[in-house]
């Protein structure tokens, strides 16, 4: 009882590091402009330091979700909070391209620890049927840190983007680094693991599992890949002329409506017979959505409410991690978490590049491609979600989250007598 109340104090705390790590990744934006003219740098140069933090960040998401399964995973948090702490301060300090680049790689490399180190905790911490409300928890926080990177320059007022970088790299020796630091020092030493907890560990997969795995991949790819790639309406706004307070005002709405989504699908999704039914739904309005925002008819006012069931719809997604993680063996929820997680990541990167196409490609009001090549995105997601909720639910033993007590942490272990 004692160490699951101890792995829910890190998983609070761990998930003010997921706030941390979207906070930084969508800062660089509001201050891109300000770095580039103190240190001379070209739109290439500054171009290179945005992109220096989600590519290693998702490059190096399996194999630490792998470590994160086998090891201890307030290690792993106190370890990566202080080098991302470190890589921002060195960050604000930096006077040239290189010391950007390469401490913009580490902290991008650090936080790949915070999801599935997050996603292994609930597990732990949380009731079976609450691991999906704790996803769709987790990935609601997107929309905090988003917030955070605009309203913090707000209240720094003139202060440069040295100041905002350090400003950032103390916060999370302080919100993260220090709590865990004090909550790994009340930890008991792990003790020996039982015999049939370490049988339990060196499961493989199925193939029933692998293929599960596969499609809650592509189906966070697919949420993903609109999240990113439709730049929070960035794509419609400049073909469609739209003024910027109308496209921050859709922009705003479907981050409501994305957090809404997510949350509310990791509600009603604790019980695994309602998620077909969620993703079908989901889909569903994400095409229709898409098809009212294209159509030139539609008036400006009404674009609030397809606006907001886009979001809602996209949320949905968050299910792929349930789904994913209760076709995995028992103790490898941080790898399915950062394999689920990646194929998002990956995907959003590429859609945002086909996005940079399609403008240059398009001329002024023309939505042909838009409707092309995300139309087509979204009857994938149709097919996907048809596919899952159509698919026989796994029923292996030890292979469904409806024994809560087969993943446990390491420190509740007791030895055998």
């Known amino acids: 009882?004692?160490?699951?109340?101890?792995?829910?104090?890190?998983?609070?705390?761990?998930?003010?590091?997921?706030?941390?790590?979207?906070?930084?990744?969508?800062s660089f934006q509001y201050f891109e402009g300000s770095l580039g003219s103190d240190l001379r740098l070209h739109s290439a140069g500054v171009a290179l330091v945005a992109g220096s933090f989600l590519l290693p960040y998702g490059l190096v998401q399996?194999?630490?979700?792998?470590?994160?399964?086998?090891?201890?995973?307030?290690?792993?948090?106190?370890?990566?909070?202080?080098?991302?702490?470190?890589?921002?301060?060195?960050?604000?300090s930096s006077d040239s391209l290189q010391g950007l680049l390469l401490s913009r790689?580490?902290?991008?490399?650090?936080?790949?620890?915070?999801?599935?180190?997050?996603?292994?905790?609930?597990?732990?911490?949380?009731p079976a049927e609450r691991f999906a409300l704790a996803m769709g928890f987790t990935d609601g926080l997107l929309g905090v840190g988003a917030a955070l990177a605009a309203v913090v320059p707000l209240l720094l007022g003139r202060s440069g983007w040295r100041d905002l970088v350090l400003l950032q790299g103390l916060?999370?020796?302080?919100?993260?680094?220090?709590?865990?630091?004090?909550?790994?020092?009340?930890?008991?030493?792990?003790?020996?693991?039982p015999k049939a907890e370490q049988d339990v560990r060196v499961q493989r997969w199925t193939r029933a599992g692998v293929n599960r795995l596969i499609q809650c991949c592509l189906l966070y790819a697919w949420g993903l890949g609109f999240v990113?790639?439709?730049?929070?309406?960035?794509?419609l706004s400049s073909l469609r002329g739209w003024s910027s307070p109308l496209m921050e005002s859709l922009t705003l709405i479907m981050s409501i409506g994305l957090v809404v989504g997510m949350v509310v699908s990791g509600a009603l999704g604790g019980r695994p017979q309602q998620r077909g039914g969620l993703l079908l739904a989901g889909t569903v309005i994400t095409l229709l959505s898409l098809l009212l925002l294209i159509m030139p008819s539609l008036p400006r006012g009404v674009l609030m409410l397809p606006a907001f069931s886009f979001g809602v719809g996209i949320g949905t997604s968050v299910l792929a991690f349930p789904i994913a993680e209760a076709a995995a063996p028992p103790g490898q929820t941080a790898m399915t978490v950062s394999i689920v997680n990646t194929s998002g990541t990956v995907m959003g990167g590429l859609m945002t590049i086909v996005s940079g196409l399609i403008l240059q490609a398009s001329p002024q009001g023309d939505l042909s491609l838009v409707l092309l090549i995300y139309g087509a995105l979204a009857l994938f997601g149709v097919a996907m979600a048809?596919?899952?909720?159509?698919?026989?639910?796994?029923?292996?033993?030890?292979?469904?989250?409806?024994?809560?007590?087969?993943?446990?942490?390491?420190?509740?272990?007791?030895p055998e007598e």
């Open 105 to 126: 790689i580490g902290t991008g490399m650090a936080c790949a620890v915070a999801f599935p180190a997050s996603a292994l905790l609930a597990r732990r911490s949380l």
């Open 171 to 193: 916060s999370l020796a302080l919100i993260v680094a220090l709590p865990m630091l004090l909550l790994g020092a009340s930890r008991r030493a792990p003790a020996v693991l």
């Open 386 to 414: 048809s596919w899952i909720s159509f698919s026989s639910e796994l029923a292996v033993v030890g292979a469904i989250p409806s024994r809560p007590n087969v993943v446990r942490s390491r420190d509740s272990a007791e």
């Open 1 to 26: 009882m004692e160490a699951r109340r101890s792995d829910r104090l890190l998983w609070v705390t761990s998930l003010l590091f997921v706030v941390w790590l979207v906070w930084v990744e969508t």
């Open 62 to 92: 399996v194999p630490v979700g792998r470590l994160i399964d086998r090891g201890r995973v307030e290690l792993w948090l106190l370890l990566a909070a202080l080098a991302a702490a470190c890589c921002s301060l060195v960050f604000a």
């Open 228 to 235: 990113f790639g439709m730049a929070q309406y960035g794509l």
